[in-house]
């Protein structure tokens, strides 16, 4: 994580987003690693992310308490987002009752977060039950969550992202940008593939959107070269509009 960190700051970002596995494993120390990596790069840490099935009754207490976990580290340090995502799909296929029940956990996240002065936000996610633009419309429905979409699985899942953007404004505080290739399957710098994120930040400025955007990349062969070249295409479309 420290040479990940490094490579970040030196591609130019100012802030980084860690999986509540890297954090709170160094609770123990008082975070006190995670703290050194901040430290040593200046980068601040934007948001913590957590991942749960969410519609399970019998482990959904378990779910909850790991992303408590992550909430008191991204208060810890510094943090303003907890992200969260998941939704289990059923091997034998998703009952409506599921979106009352992920509805209903993402509620509890709403209060964990709050309750940490955090904002939260649910990201959907390929191999979800929320992958496409009407299974986005029908969470967001059912919850006040905040959306923290990820450009690249909503591409993949067939929306057109920069619509769906202006559809849920209301909505959008914080955002995944990322690239997708549809041939062969790959995640890709966001300057890459077959999501138009150009498209996208000229509708977040259409929003008058002001918050973070994290540019992601699953793996790549270069990390740190990915992610300047994420960076390079973010400022260059941003400075146009």
């Known amino acids: 994580m420290a040479v990940a960190a490094r490579d970040i700051a030196a591609a130019g970002y100012d802030g980084i987003e860690f999986f509540d596995g890297n954090v709170v494993e160094s609770a123990g120390d008082h975070y006190a690693a995670i703290r050194n990596i901040l430290a040593d790069t200046g980068l601040s840490l934007v948001s913590v992310y957590a991942g749960g099935n969410f ?73 979800t039950i929320v992958e496409n633009p009407d ?25 057109d992202v920069a619509a769906m953007v202006r559809e849920h404004a209301s909505r959008i505080s914080y955002v995944h940008l990322k690239g997708w290739q549809r041939d062969p399957f790959a995640f890709v710098p966001v300057g890459r593939g077959d999501c138009d994120n150009g498209a996208v930040i000229r509708a977040l400025k259409d929003i008058r959107y002001t918050g973070w955007i994290c540019n992601e990349l699953d793996a790549w062969a270069d990390p740190a070269a990915g992610a300047r070249e994420s960076h390079a295409f973010v400022q260059a479309e941003l400075a146009k509009v």
Do not use: Q
């Open 135 to 159: 299974e986005v419309r029908t969470i967001f429905g059912k919850t006040a969550i905040g959306f923290c979409p990820d450009t690249a699985h909503l591409a993949a899942a067939g929306g």
């Open 55 to 127: 519609i399970f009754k019998d482990i959904l207490d378990e779910e909850l308490a790991r992303v408590a976990k992550a909430a008191d580290a991204a208060r810890a340090l510094g943090a303003e987002h907890l992200v969260v995502g998941g939704g289990a799909r059923r091997h034998d296929g998703t009952r409506l009752s599921d979106y009352d029940a992920l509805a209903s956990a993402l509620d509890k996240v709403m209060a964990i977060a709050a309750e940490h002065g955090l904002k939260a936000h649910y990201h959907p996610h390929l191999s």
